[in-house]
T-cell receptor, first 111, second 114 residues
Framework: RKEVEQDPGPFNVPEGATVAFNCTYS??????FFWYRQDCRKEPKLLMS???SGNEDGRFTAQLNRASQYISLLIRDSKLSDSATYLC????????????FGAGTILRVKS | DTEVTQTPKHLVMGMTNKKSLKCEQH?????MYWYKQKAKKPPELMFV???????INESVPSRFSPECPNSSLLNLHLHALQPEDSALYLC?????????????FGPGTRLTVL
């Protein structure tokens, strides 16, 4: 079993749609969780950290369920510029910073 | 300013060459990282430096040799690479290397080994 698993995608959605990505992780000792986005041939950029209480940043909402070892990302009112690969990232080291990336989910927003 | 810079942007080298990748950050971060990313795959951690000391080596072959001259610089020395080492090499930094720190990535060096 992979340490971080994501929906395979790609997700093809029209502008204005709401889209949700899911992710599960296997290491119950994981302490911190993130969503990154990566555009084609660019570096990953931090989208948001994910907290147990859930957090929202504009059109983006992230949720964490520690009991189910499940992370989600909701994007409302999708824009063309949201087209990218979304990477679910988990830090599996409780004492250090050792990120493990999911394989990523491709989002394509079309007009 | 969350900026990590990497040079060169592109590098083509033969299997007998020796080259170095460079990474720099001026955010006062004390942890720096090297990742390797193959096409259509996620980044994979190679090395972690925390307070200028190597803290994690993910069983990387010795033809890759990291160096951290000071807290803002990170190098990756390359020698006798193989064609399968062709990839995007990403550098990242974080505040202190603690579990909840966010990592910020540089633009990467795209390496081709002939």
């Amino acid at each position: 079993r992979k340490e971080v698993e994501q929906d395979p995608g790609p997700f093809n959605v029209p502008e204005g749609a709401t889209v949700a990505f899911n992710c599960t992780y296997s290491n119950s000792a994981s302490q911190s969780f993130f969503w990154y986005r990566q555009d084609c041939r660019k570096e990953p950029k931090l989208l948001m950290s994910v907290y147990s209480s859930g957090n929202e940043d504009g059109r983006f909402t992230a949720q964490l369920n520690r009991a189910s070892q499940y992370i989600s990302l909701l994007i409302r009112d999708s824009k063309l510029s949201d087209s990218a690969t979304y990477l679910c990232v988990v830090n599996g080291d409780p004492y250090g910073n050792k990120l493990v990336f999911g394989a990523g989910t491709i989002l394509r927003v079309k007009s | 300013d969350t900026e990590v810079t990497q040079t060169p942007k592109h590098l083509v080298m033969g299997m007998t060459n020796k080259k170095s990748l460079k990474c720099e950050q001026h955010m006062g971060h004390r942890a720096m990282y090297w990742y390797k990313q193959k096409a259509k795959k996620p980044p994979e951690l190679m090395f972690v430096y925390s307070y200028e000391k190597l803290s994690i080596n993910e069983s990387v072959p010795s033809r890759f040799s990291p160096e951290c001259p000071n807290s803002s610089l990170l190098n990756l020395h390359l020698h006798a690479l193989q064609p399968e080492d062709s990839a995007l090499y990403l550098c990242a930094s974080s505040h202190s290397g603690r579990a909840r720190d966010e990592q910020f990535f540089g633009p990467g060096t795209r390496l081709t080994v002939l």
